[in-house]
């Protein structure tokens, strides 16, 4: 009952091991600890303190003419001493969304016989899917509305519309528009 004797290359491949083991770790625990001692880019050590941004003069061509006096209408950032884009108010507005007809002009007879028109952009089961679409006009430059409308056996529908228009062109423009940017839209009578 005598073991046989050991092979000659086994320790020679337990020490290769060993010796494989003792670097992997060593080289782990120096990355760990050069990790650990350099700065992170991620931490904040001093609070940031907020600046005006510097103003870059541009430099000035030498033929320039001369600036035209500026006057309220000529300000496209201002209508009438208020704001030409109110965002917010189109973005928020929640109202039900009641279209009135404008009022009819007594200098143009053709004018009075031409019904108001407005364009439905959407109609949706769901409200967000309106105010998503109503945001993407509002960021177009078009101011649209949101009706509720009940609807038998098919619950609340939330309708986005835009309007109204005084004449045919004004509503093809508009259309035209809608179209080239991806939104289709159908005319309708303003009730």
């Given amino acids: 009952n005598k ?3 050991p092979k000659p290359g086994s320790n020679k491949m337990f020490a290769g091991i060993l010796a494989g083991m003792v670097i992997g770790v060593s080289m782990a625990a120096g990355l760990a600890w050069y990790v650990m ?3 992170s880019p991620f931490i ?3 609070p940031v303190e907020n600046k005006p941004p510097v103003a870059v003069e541009k430099p000035v061509a030498k033929e320039v003419a001369p ?3 500026k ?3 000529a300000d496209s950032a201002t209508v009438n001493g208020k704001p030409r884009f109110d965002f917010y108010k ?3 507005d929640k109202s039900d969304g009641v279209i009135t007809p404008p009022a009819k002009s007594t200098d143009n007879v053709n004018a009075a016989n031409e019904v108001a028109q407005i364009l439905q952009a959407g109609s949706f089961s769901n409200v967000d899917d309106a105010e998503k679409l109503k945001a993407k006009l509002a960021m177009l430059g078009a101011e649209a509305n949101i009706q509720t409308a009940a ?3 098919k619950g609340v529908w939330y309708r986005v519309r835009l309007g109204p228009y005084k004449n045919a062109s004004e509503l093809n423009k508009a259309k035209d528009f809608l179209k080239q940017n ?3 839209s159908t005319p309708m009578r303003a009730q």
């Fill in 3 to 5: 073991s046989a004797p």
């Fill in 37 to 39: 001692k350099s700065p």
């Fill in 44 to 46: 904040q050590k001093a």
């Fill in 67 to 69: 600036p035209k006096p």
């Fill in 71 to 73: 006057t309220q209408a």
């Fill in 90 to 92: 189109v973005l928020t």
């Fill in 151 to 153: 609807i038998p056996d």
């Fill in 182 to 184: 991806g939104v289709d």
